[in-house]
């Protein structure tokens, strides 16, 4: 099995930037790529971005700029820096985990409130 723990959350004034952890343990072998989810008040659950196992990156259209994954495969650990951060990024944002032969692992999730 796989858990996920996330960091980095918190309240910051638009235009700010936040830099968010995700930290994998467990059979870390079977993990196919690591991402990001976000869900605001009263939105779907939507992919904010992701990264392969073999480093290849993928970005939710409205994010593509303003926000960069990347990880450190010695810490096990994937991060999600978002920058130019808008009142509307406000939301729980759930890194995911796709493992092979299983559902998708989930962490428990990390609020981001923007201000205006």
């Known amino acids: 099995q796989v858990q996920l723990a996330e960091s980095g959350g918190g309240l910051v004034q638009a235009g700010g930037s936040l830099r968010l952890s995700c930290a994998a343990s467990?059979?870390?072998?079977?993990?196919?790529?690591m991402g990001w989810y976000r869900q605001g008040p009263g939105k779907q659950r939507e992919l904010v971005a992701a990264?392969?196992?073999?480093?290849?990156?993928n970005y939710a259209d409205s994010m593509q700029g303003r926000f960069t994954i990347s990880r450190d495969k010695a810490k096990n650990t994937v991060y999600l820096q978002m920058f130019s951060l808008k009142p509307e990024d406000t939301a729980v944002y759930l890194c995911?985990?796709?493992?092979?032969?299983?559902?998708?692992?989930w962490g428990q999730g990390t609020q981001v409130t923007v201000s205006s």
């Open positions: 995911y985990a796709e493992v092979s032969g299983r559902a998708t692992t």
């Open positions: 990264i392969t196992r073999g480093g290849v990156r």
């Open positions: 467990g059979s870390i072998f079977s993990i196919n790529a």
